[in-house]
């Protein structure tokens, strides 16, 4: 269930950035100086090499932190947007229905596959349209 999640982590195989942000100076071998914004001042400001991704400037594949909304504990809510599709699986003695959720600052082609039963409570307002619900 997609939910609260913790800075840096969004999916199995989908590495995500944000910034981009200048680098300040270099502080060794492998390690670089970033100028972060205020809302970024609980994070250290020193990153390994391994960390940074080199700016290639398409705008499409930059997320600004304003449109996340970092929380202080350096988390942020998923918030979904639409129900794509759906879908039924036949288990041994129940059927189990499923949602494609587009989630907000995603793509199409990222969207999840979440339990549907899940989604109804605690997303309501996305059923309401008719369409998608039962």
């Not at 071998?29 to 205020?38: C, D, I, K, R, T």
């Not at 996340?68 to 229905?97: C, F, G, H, M």
């Amino acid at each position: 269930m997609k939910g609260v999640m913790r800075f840096g982590k969004k999916g199995k195989l989908i590495p995500r950035y944000i910034g981009p942000y200048r680098i300040a100076k270099r502080s060794g071998n492998v390690a670089y100086e970033l100028e972060l914004p205020q809302e970024l001042a609980a994070i250290h400001s020193i990153f390994h090499i391994s960390m940074l991704k080199k700016c290639i400037g398409v705008p499409s594949l930059i997320l600004p932190t304003e449109s996340i909304r970092i929380k202080d504990n350096l988390s942020y809510e998923e918030i979904p947007i639409q129900i794509l599709d759906r879908q039924v699986r036949r288990l041994r003695t129940k059927d189990v229905a499923s949602v494609k959720v587009l989630w907000r600052n995603q793509f199409v082609e990222e969207a999840t596959w979440e339990a549907e039963e899940d989604m109804k409570k605690r997303y309501p307002y996305l059923f309401e349209s008719g369409g998608n619900a039962d």
